[in-house]
């Protein structure tokens, strides 16, 4: 399964799953709402970050709607990566409830 919906990103997170989730959208995008413990690796630098992203563990990107993560997902899973795009991306994340960072964060 390459998508995981919001709420499985967020049941995995909170069953203490070993995930690395990395958002792959723009500075000021992360800037103004997030998904608290991921990281800010932008879709343009992915290829430079490849050796800080550990092989063992499971991989889920996300982005504004899920296009850019989508095109993440797909060339580290040719890379033999355990790899995941979280479909709807943060639009979709938000519009069922779930928490952004900061408290008063939006989807920009």
């Not at 909170?14 to 989730?21: K, P, R």
């Not at 050796?51 to 095109?71: H, K, N, P």
């Not at 994340?93 to 939006?106: F, K, N």
């Amino acid at each position: 399964m390459s998508d995981y919906t919001p709420h499985q990103v967020f049941e995995l997170m909170q069953d203490g799953e070993d995930i690395q989730l990395i958002d792959v959208r723009q500075p000021e995008e992360h800037e103004a709402g997030r998904i608290a413990g991921d990281r800010l690796v932008e879709l343009s630098q992915l290829a430079l970050a490849v050796d800080t992203i550990d092989r063992e563990r499971r991989l889920v990107f996300y982005c504004r709607s899920g296009s850019r993560s989508a095109m993440a997902t797909e060339a580290f899973r040719g890379a033999g990566f355990d790899a995941h795009n979280m479909a709807g991306g943060l639009l979709e994340w938000a519009s069922t409830g779930l928490p952004l960072e900061p408290a008063d964060g939006y989807v920009a």
